[in-house]
């Protein structure tokens, strides 16, 4: 039996609880064994300038997930052609890792712009997609492919830009991320 593999995809800049939080229910409560945070080295939509190193997201995503058994932090992307394109990293998942069944999961954010994603006919038809809710995006779940599926996860309003701004600030958001990750952040002066 396949290995259902969660590919949760993003810039991490920084990871934060609500991405952990979210990645959590969805291991716990949908059927997925495994939710692999695949730091993108330049999301195609983003300026590459805002991003810390690729090195550097990584780590954070390490440390953020390594006491969790069924998370895993993935550089996939880091060897795969740039900029990252979603329908590349699926193809190439499924090459090297035949044993699993890969699920692509967006916010719904992202839904609303998937016609702008390079390939996303050829996406929605040969993967799996879970939509995670966004606060102020509804999506009509009638309207949706067979398989694309709105989930019911917990809203945390949180954003990564958030954080950078608060930590630009001088502001205390230790609670907002993950212990380690505040610490190496603290540390090494990012943001």
């Not at 939509?45 to 953020?64: I, M, T």
């Not at 060897?79 to 394109?85: E, F, G, N, Q, V």
């Not at 702008?116 to 102020?136: D, M, T």
């Not at 019911?152 to 958030?162: A, C, D, R």
């Amino acid at each position: 039996m396949a290995i259902t593999t969660g590919i949760f995809g993003g810039s991490f800049n920084p990871i934060h609880i609500g991405h952990l939080a979210l990645g959590n229910y969805i291991c716990e409560f949908e059927d997925v064994d495994e939710l692999w945070f695949m730091v993108s080295p330049q999301n195609p939509l983003k300026h590459k300038g805002d991003l810390l190193s690729e090195s550097a997201r990584l780590r954070l995503v390490q440390l953020a997930t390594e006491n969790y058994p069924r998370f895993q932090a993935s550089d996939f992307e880091f060897t795969l052609p740039k900029p990252s394109y979603t329908i590349h990293t699926l193809d190439f998942l499924k090459r090297e890792y035949p044993e699993r069944e890969f699920l692509l999961i967006i916010g719904a954010d992202n839904w609303l712009l998937f016609d702008k994603w390079f390939q996303s006919e050829r996406i929605i038809k040969e993967n799996k997609i879970l939509i995670y809710p966004r606060p102020g995006i509804l999506i009509d779940k009638d309207t949706l492919p067979a398989n694309v599926r709105l989930l019911n996860t917990p809203q945390i309003e949180i954003s990564s830009t958030f954080i950078r701004q608060a930590i630009k600030a001088g502001k205390d958001i230790r609670y907002f991320l993950h212990p380690a990750v505040y610490k190496e952040i603290i540390k090494e002066g990012y943001y």
